[in-house]
């Protein structure tokens, strides 16, 4: 028994071991018996264990807190009641030592479990972020080549636009000149109209002069 004890916390302290240091692929070899433990009708057969080990532990407890008493009482121990009260001693604290090994052993896996996760969550998150950061600048690379085609589209109608304002603007002044001359030509045309209608009146007047005067000669002839 106690040699079968020795064996499993030997067993188990190299398992602790395996999993605090990482010894190239020995620790997830490790992790995967574990996982194997863990899966099926393995962590009932570990409780199953455990709970004989604890109930052989108190068992032990027991018998050396018996011997114990029959020493106190009689006043002296024998040497099998010694040699008893150490086996039973050195079972205990082996059992014991093994079920505090195996819930280390079974907390260092579920902490490397959830390392694991997290350390596979890291890099999927640097990945996005990688992704994020080429996408990122392919935009920006497109925004700026947009940019560009859209400064130099700008530029274009801005030159369009200075012709045509140049255009209009000869166009306005050959308008305004051919204005100026219809306007000069306008008011020349009225003067002579004016003159016209004034010379026209001087000669209405003239001849109704001519015609009182021939009037006054025929009454005469």
């Known amino acids: 028994m106690i040699q079968l004890l020795f064996l499993v916390v030997f067993v188990e302290g190299a398992v602790a071991l395996l999993l605090m240091i990482e010894l190239g692929p020995l620790r997830k070899l490790t992790m995967n018996a574990l996982d194997q433990v863990k899966t099926g009708k393995g962590p009932a057969m570990v409780k199953t264990l455990a709970c004989t080990?604890?109930?052989i532990m108190a068992s032990?407890?027991?018998?050396?807190?018996?011997?114990?008493?029959?020493?106190?009482k009689i006043g002296t121990m024998t040497p099998m009641d010694q040699i008893l009260l150490k086996t039973h001693l050195l079972e205990a604290a082996l059992m014991g030592f093994?079920?505090?090994?195996?819930?280390i052993i079974d907390r260092l896996h579920?902490?490397?479990?959830?390392?694991?996760?997290?350390?596979?969550?890291?890099?999927s998150l640097k990945r996005q972020a990688k992704s994020f950061q080429e996408e990122y600048m392919q935009s920006k690379e497109q925004k700026v080549d947009k940019s560009s085609e859209d400064v130099k589209l700008l530029k274009n109608e801005i030159s369009e636009l200075k012709q045509k304002l140049q255009?209009?603007?000869?166009?306005?002044?050959?308008?305004?000149?051919?204005?100026?001359?219809a306007e000069a030509t306008a008011k020349s045309s009225q003067?002579?109209?004016e003159d016209l209608l004034l010379e026209y009146d001087r000669l209405l007047e003239d001849n109704q002069n001519l015609?009182?005067?021939?009037a006054i000669y025929d009454q005469r002839f």
């Open 60 to 72: 032990s407890i027991t018998s050396i807190l018996k011997i114990q008493n029959r020493a106190t």
């Open 98 to 103: 093994s079920l505090f090994l195996a819930l």
């Open 167 to 181: 255009k209009l603007t000869l166009e306005s002044q050959a308008k305004d000149k051919m204005a100026r001359d």
């Open 211 to 214: 015609q009182t005067q021939l």
């Open 110 to 123: 579920h902490q490397l479990r959830k390392l694991g996760g997290f350390r596979a969550n890291m890099d």
């Open 191 to 193: 003067k002579q109209a």
């Open 53 to 55: 080990m604890a109930v």
